[in-house]
């Protein structure tokens, strides 16, 4: 009867850290994937912007910045202090891209608004590789990868 009962508390245990592994992974993801949607959402828009029109790209900025934040929210709950610390930079990269991005869709159409754009798009870019670390980061975590790639820099 003992042998039976450590037999059944031991899955209990396995089956609980399964539970939160599935809960960690799904968290991770959506981080991944709402903050990338979120700076591609901008990206568009900027881009749009330089065409003249940009209603559509401005709604799902929208969007796409409420899904990030929500997507945060989570993770600041369950995730390991070294994925949010990494996430935060790019978190406040988004917002300071965000800000510049809302000041210049208020401005004029005008070649300085052209260069403005250009430089928004500037702040965007360079925050697939700060995504690229945030990802390899939790890809160690959840053991889906056994180190950080050689390129890895915090």
């Not at 828009?45 to 929210?73: F, I, M, P």
């Not at 965007?124 to 053991?143: F, S, T, Y």
Request: aromatic letters at 4%; hydrophobic letters at 40%.
């Amino acid at each position: 009867m003992e042998q039976a009962e450590r037999v059944r508390v031991a899955e209990q245990k396995a089956s609980a850290e399964q539970r939160k592994v599935d809960q960690l992974r799904s968290c991770y993801v959506q981080l991944n994937a709402r903050a990338r949607h979120y700076r591609d959402a901008m990206l568009a828009h900027a881009y749009a912007l330089k065409l003249g029109s940009a209603d559509t790209e401005a709604v799902e900025v929208s969007t796409a910045r409420r899904a990030q934040r929500d997507a945060r929210n989570e993770a600041q709950m369950i995730a390991s202090e070294e994925v949010l610390t990494v996430e935060n930079r790019v978190n406040l990269q988004l917002t300071f891209a965000y800000r510049h991005l809302m000041e210049v869709a208020r401005e004029p159409e005008s070649s300085a608004r052209l260069t403005q754009l250009d430089h928004v798009i500037g702040l965007l870019d360079p925050l697939i590789e700060k995504l690229e670390h945030m990802q390899a980061l939790m890809r160690v975590e959840l053991g889906v990868a056994q180190e950080l790639p050689v390129w890895y820099d915090p």
